[in-house]
């Protein structure tokens, strides 16, 4: 069973400071790893995707990889209260045939003006 | 093309009632997927196609539920004989399947539609 873990919030942080949001996937042949941010009662939106070890940075959020910890996480920098939204990780796995992501449960984040 | 998109966007039926689902993905895509979500969890997956063919289910996916894309355009979910437990968002994505890891997979959702059964 493909396991994609995150801690579900919320947190908090103060408006222009840094989120640090992170993941933890249990399959270890996983290949691509996505964040999507999705806001209360809609849907989810991709954010970035990442699939080779180290950052990928897209304004002001930057996605970092360590696949030897199985680890991936997103920061967001210069934090504002339009990005208070529930963040979901998302792991592609190979072999799965169907390109399906499997998703954690989300953080939520609260960015406090 | 503007995304995605779905409807009804909301359904309220009463239990062992059917209901249908309708998705159009983006029209170059050829991949596309039913998810379920229910609150404070993330997306499920529920089945997938690509073109036509079904190629992916789900063990969510009980024998109640059906889904087609015929032509490998829309695609319908239907629940037969819904039940409380099959409350929930049912999302729907497409994504264009392609060589290589890169930008392959990005999976685009649409609105959703919001199931409440009572």
């Known amino acids: 069973q493909k396991e994609v873990e995150q801690n579900s919030g919320p947190l908090s942080v103060p408006e222009g400071a840094i989120a640090s949001l992170n993941c933890t996937y249990s399959?270890?042949?996983?290949?691509?790893f996505f964040w999507y941010r999705q806001y209360s009662g809609k849907s989810p939106e991709l954010i970035m995707f990442?699939?080779?070890?180290g950052d990928k940075e897209d304004g002001r959020f930057t996605a970092q990889l360590n696949k030897a910890s199985q680890y991936v996480s997103l920061l967001i920098r210069d934090s504002q209260p339009s990005d208070s939204a529930t963040y979901l990780c998302?792991?592609?796995?190979?072999?799965?045939?169907?390109?399906?992501?499997?998703f954690g449960k989300g953080t939520k984040l609260s960015v406090i003006p | 093309d503007t995304g995605v998109s779905q409807n009804p966007r909301h359904k309220i039926t009463k239990r062992g009632q059917n209901v249908t689902f309708r998705c159009d993905p983006i029209s170059e895509h050829n991949r596309l997927y039913w998810y379920r979500q229910t609150l404070g969890q993330g997306p499920e997956f529920l089945t997938y196609?690509?073109?036509?063919?079904?190629?992916?289910k789900s063990r969510l996916l009980s024998d109640r539920f059906s889904a087609e894309r015929p032509k490998g355009s829309f695609s319908t979910l239907e629940i037969q004989r819904t039940e409380q437990g099959d409350s929930a968002m049912y999302l729907c994505?497409?994504?264009?399947?392609?060589?290589?890891?890169?930008?392959?997979?990005?999976?685009?959702f649409g609105a959703g539609s919001r199931l409440t059964v009572l």
């Open positions: 998302a792991v592609r796995s190979p072999g799965a045939g169907s390109y399906q992501l499997t």
């Open positions: 990442i699939y080779s070890n």
């Open positions: 994505a497409s994504s264009l399947g392609g060589p290589g890891l890169a930008g392959a997979n990005v999976l685009t």
């Open positions: 196609f690509q073109n036509e063919a079904q190629l992916e």
């Open positions: 399959d270890r042949g996983s290949q691509s």
